[in-house]
Structures are given as C-alpha cells and as structure tokens.
C-alpha cells in the first residue's frame, strides 16, 4: 500500500525558506512520478511541480527560480526547497504520486496516490 508522510511546513515571513519532505512507503519509489501540490482556503488544489522517472522537473510558473523539487532514492524521500517565499504560497502542500511517467501539465487527476499535507505560511 502506498504511503506518502509529508513533513516540513511551518510559518515564515516573506522572503524566507522552507524545505518540505515527502517519505514514501510500500512501493519500489523509484518507479513513480511524483509531485507537489498546494491547496488554499477557497481556492483548487493546483500543480507546484514534478520529478519524472527520466529525472526531468516540471514546475508552475510562479515559483520557478524560487522552488526545487528533488529527491533521494535511497531514502525514497521527495524533497521541495522553497526560497524567497511570498504570502501568495500560503497553502496546504501536498505530495503526490503515480505509477509512470510525468506530465507537463501538474494536474491533480494525473496522481492517485497523496499524502496528508503540510501548512506553510507566509506573514508579510
């Protein structure tokens, strides 16, 4: 059974850092597509960024050059390192994965399996 343990949110002003964890359980991890994703009060749950099995990433347009997604094998650990952070990514984040490739578009219904989500905040 696919488990996704996701670890790392908290609160920070603007123009800080945070770094979320994603543990994956019960699945030969290096097989998967696996993504973020964030959810606002209000708001859909929308794509942040992908790591296909080829290792390409895939990320939304308003946090390129301030994210990286990235992941240990070994560990079977996902990992999102956000710098520069803005209230607008105040959201629930979400790990997610797929057996298979990635796709361009980060869409929710392109991953079956989620973790519970962790809360970032971003104060101004």
């Known amino acids: 059974q696919v488990q996704l343990v996701e670890s790392g949110g908290g609160s920070v002003q603007a123009g800080g850092s945070l770094r979320l964890s994603c543990a994956a359980f019960?699945?030969?991890?290096?097989?998967?597509?696996m993504g973020w994703f964030r959810q606002a009060p209000g708001k859909e749950r929308e794509g942040v960024a992908n790591i296909g099995l080829d290792h390409r990433t895939r990320y939304r347009e308003s946090v390129k050059g301030r994210f990286t997604i990235s992941q240990d094998n070994a560990k079977s650990t996902l990992y999102l390192q956000m710098n520069s952070l803005k209230p607008e990514d105040t959201a629930m984040y979400y790990c997610?994965?797929?057996?298979?490739?990635?796709?361009?578009?980060?869409?929710?219904?392109?991953?079956?399996?989620w973790g519970q989500g962790t809360q970032v905040t971003v104060s101004s």
């Open positions: 019960g699945y030969a991890y290096n097989t998967y597509c």
């Open positions: 997610a994965a797929d057996f298979g490739r990635c796709y361009d578009q980060l869409s929710p219904s392109d991953f079956r399996y």
